[in-house]
C-alpha cells in the first residue's frame, strides 16, 4: 500500500526559507511521478510543483524562481525547498501522487510565514 508522510512545515517569517519533505512508501520512487499541492487557509487546494517520471520539474507562476521540488529516490523522498516566502504562501502543504490509476495523498504539513 502507498504512504506519503510529509515533515518539515513550521512557521518563519517572510523572506526566510523552509524544505519540507514527502517520504514514499509503497511505491517505485524512482519512476513515480510527484506533485506539491498546498491549500491556503479559505481556499481550494493548488498544484504548486510537479516532478516527471524522469526528472523534469514544472511550477506554478506563483512559487516559480523561488521553489525547487526534488527527489532522493534513495531515500524514496520527495522535497520542496522553498526560498523568499512570502505571507501568501501560508498554506497546508500537501504530498500526492497518482500510481497504478489511484490517487494517493499525504495528510500534510502546515507552512506559516509571517509578514
Known amino acids: 500500500q502507498v504512504r506519503l508522510v510529509e515533515s518539515g512545515g513550521g512557521l518563519v517569517q517572510a523572506g526566510e526559507s523552509l524544505r519540507v519533505s514527502c517520504a514514499g512508501s509503497?511505491?517505485?520512487?524512482?519512476?513515480?511521478?510527484m506533485n506539491w499541492y498546498r491549500q491556503p487557509p479559505g481556499k481550494q487546494r493548488e498544484l504548486v510543483a510537479s516532478?516527471?517520471?524522469?526528472?523534469?520539474?514544472t511550477y506554478a507562476d506563483s512559487v516559480q524562481g523561488r521553489f525547487t521540488i526534488s527527489r532522493d529516490w534513495k531515500r524514496a523522498t520527495l522535497y520542496l525547498q522553498m526560498n523568499n516566502l512570502k505571507p501568501g504562501d501560508t498554506a497546508v502543504y500537501y504530498c500526492?501522487?497518482?500510481?497504478?490509476?489511484?490517487?494517493?495523498w499525504g495528510q500534510g504539513t502546515q507552512v506559516t510565514v509571517s509578514s
Open positions: 500526492h501522487t497518482s500510481w497504478r490509476s489511484r490517487d494517493y
Open positions: 509503497g511505491l517505485n520512487f524512482k519512476i513515480a511521478a
Open positions: 516532478i516527471t517520471s524522469d526528472g523534469s520539474p
